[in-house]
């Protein structure tokens, strides 16, 4: 048998003998076989409940980096902070993800939900995987028990503050370092309580390098504070876990906000001492936004800004793609040309770069984000558009849904003006589903509002009832228009009456304009003749007659 050590005798105080080693947990989560350079990344929320789109950008590039290599992208619960936790939160964030259409290949898929090989994908119920390597790393002579109790690193606190020094349990302030091993012992089986803490060999005056996939070569401080691997309740640290996790679930590329680059140089010990190969690290910077208020450009804070939740965003209807495609304009400044050359081609097919992301925050800009929704429903076909907008419907405004299902070739003719195809520019009314019902309201008659001021067009409007023929084309259609005009003092011509409109009350214009706004309350629509067309011979009259009974 080998010699006990005095590093081994406390480990056996402090762990049990039946730990699984770390050769068996090597075996049970093996290295994946994947195609060479398929990248393994992971999106590791706290369960707090919702994601805004800050977080999202993250979960976003980790499903690109996995999607163009044919690796993997997990979902991991980080729930080792009891404190940030709130009820239902595993479900909030798992909502959101499908909601905003980002697939995971593996992880947590609902509360106590899980699929994929390196299960389990809660941290919460992976202690003894933590406690293994906890071990290792007592034995080693690397960790040790600290019994400071919240008192005592209080005062410790009081005085680093009073000498002007660095906080933290390090150099000549960690007491419970160098305890002797009967010490340790002794008040261990006293059932005193401890934390495990790392036995950092670091030296802050000793710089370590880092490569950041976005901001390049690092120098940082070596890390040399004996952090807390596990709490006095047995649960690890946050950085501890994810070493861990990140090894054995082989993640090679971890992709999250910049807040972390502080503990980036413990993490590398961490992976160091624990002798894994560390993951690469894109530390992305917080996403900015003008604030209203003072004009000047802020972080995007959760608690200030409620719609840039991801919620918020699905509630409002924004497409899954229109929202992708918006971040993809924040993340690659080439997105947008790419694009313009190739307007029809799938997202995937973007050749995404981490190197050409910006190391500063990119700007949360509503306005644009409306403007590229615009253009990517404007792209899609009146099908795609009624099956995105009834999704949405079903989920936040039943009436509407009730509507588009009632007669759905009715709601796909109407969909379908100015779409598929159309000749000249595709309509660009719609960026989210909400604004679907304002936009189509005149197609029901439960959401059409008939203008008062119809009244002023009875004389056109009686003239235009005897001409008026539901199957003309659209030639016949606007000849239809024009025959009316001249008896009723329209110019047929608009160029004519521009050189001459004093012999006319107005022009052929005026005219289409008054059956217009009979037929759907609108000064502006799109094409009338393919409105009028939709809406059908016995409601375009009924609403022809109701716009001349108004003048009475
Ligand atoms: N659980 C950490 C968080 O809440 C994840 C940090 C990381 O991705 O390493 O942000």
Known sequence: MMEKTPYSVLADELFPADLPAPEQLERTYPPRALPEGAAVTRFAPSPTGYLHIGHLLGAFVDRLLASQSGGVFLLRMEDTDKKREVEDGVTGLVNDMRAFG?????????????????????????KEIYHTYARVMTERGLAYPCFCSSGDLDELRASQENEGVNKGYYGKWA????????????????????????????????????????????????YDMDVVLLKASGIPTYHFAHAVDDHLMRVTHVVRSDEWLASLPLHAQLFHLLGFQPPKYAHIAPMMKLDPETGGKRKLSKRKDPESAVGALVRAGYPNAALHEYLLTLLNSSFEDWRRANPG??????????????ASGALFDPVKLEDVSKNVISRMRSSQVYDLALAWARAYDPELAALLTRDPDYAGAMLAIDRDGAKGKPRKDLARWSQLREAYAYFFDELFEA???????????SAYIDVYRAEDDKDSWFAGIKSI?????????????????????????????????????????????AIMRVLGEKRVLERLKAGMENAI
């Open 451 to 461: 203008s008062p001021k119809s009244a002023s067009n009875s004389g056109i409007l």
């Open 175 to 222: 007491r419970c370092r160098d305890l002797p091993l009967e010490e340790q012992i002794e008040r261990l089986r006293a059932g005193e309580p401890y934390t495990l803490r790392l036995r950092s060999p670091g030296d802050a005056s000793r710089k370590i390098v880092v490569r950041d996939l976005i901001r390049g070569k690092l120098e940082l401080p070596e």
């Open 102 to 126: 980002i697939a995971v290949d593996e992880g947590v898929t609902g509360p106590g939900e899980e699929k994929g090989e390196y299960e389990p994908y809660t941290q919460s119920q992976r």
């Open 485 to 529: 005009c001249e008896p009723l003092g329209y110019c047929p011509e608009v160029k004519a009456y521009k050189a001459d409109p004093a012999p006319w009350k107005g022009h052929v214009g005026d005219v289409s304009g008054a059956v217009r706004l009979a037929v759907t309350g609108r000064e502006n629509t799109p094409d009338l003749w």
């Open 345 to 358: 081609a799938p997202l995937p097919e973007f050749p995404f770069s981490l190197k050409k992301m910006s």
